[in-house]
């Protein structure tokens, strides 16, 4: 083989190289791009969410409602309320403690007909904010779902941040919905 054949075919493998470099990091683009982004600047909050989620308006509820337009029952929701002025998440309680509340007064309260139990419980720290991540197997008179929830008080207020799948698809969607509840930040 002479020097021009060599030439050619190095450039040919740096070409075939190139091209799977590009591939690959496509792919590891569209891991990420299948979340969008959601802030509320009045309010002060931020979440990233599936793509092809949509907001839905729900009167005197939630401050906001997303859910999957294919899978309706798919959502995630931002609810805020009042806690005594100076009070600290930690002091409200332990993550086992606020989730054990929190799965009385609002994921399972009286009379709904639901049950929730509390699966996992952990606290972490982002920037200095202490945020509570909370984990709860419902059961609705029909179906079984699962529940990620992330609390933390900022400004004298508590915020909720809730995402529900049902238990059939939970297998298939944790993971991303995971990464969708970690994101919820507070500023």
């Known amino acids: 083989m002479d020097w021009i054949e060599e030439r050619i ?26 979340l969008m982004s959601y802030a509320d600047n009045y309010d002060g909050y931020e979440f990233l969410y599936p793509t092809g989620w949509v907001p839905v308006k729900v ?59 509390l699966i996992n419980a952990e606290e972490r720290s982002v920037n200095d904010v202490t945020y509570y991540l909370l984990e709860y197997a419902v059961k609705l008179p029909d179906q079984l779902r699962h529940n990620l929830t992330s609390v933390v008080v900022r400004r004298g207020q508590l915020f909720t941040f809730s995402l529900s799948s049902t238990e059939q698809r939970w297998e298939k969607v944790q993971d991303l919905f995971r990464k969708v509840v970690s994101s919820f930040s507070v500023y």
């Open 9 to 34: 075919m190095l450039r040919r493998m740096a070409v075939v190289l190139l091209l799977l470099l590009s591939l690959s990091l496509q792919s590891c683009g569209a891991i990420s791009s299948n």
């Open 59 to 117: 009167e005197g509820g939630p401050d906001i409602v997303l859910h999957d337009l294919i899978e309706e029952t798919e959502n995630v929701s931002v609810i805020i309320s009042d806690v005594p002025e100076g009070k600290t998440l930690a002091e409200i309680g332990s993550p086992s403690e606020v989730g054990y509340r929190l799965s009385k007064s609002a994921i399972a309260p009286p009379d709904s007909g639901r049950t929730a139990e």
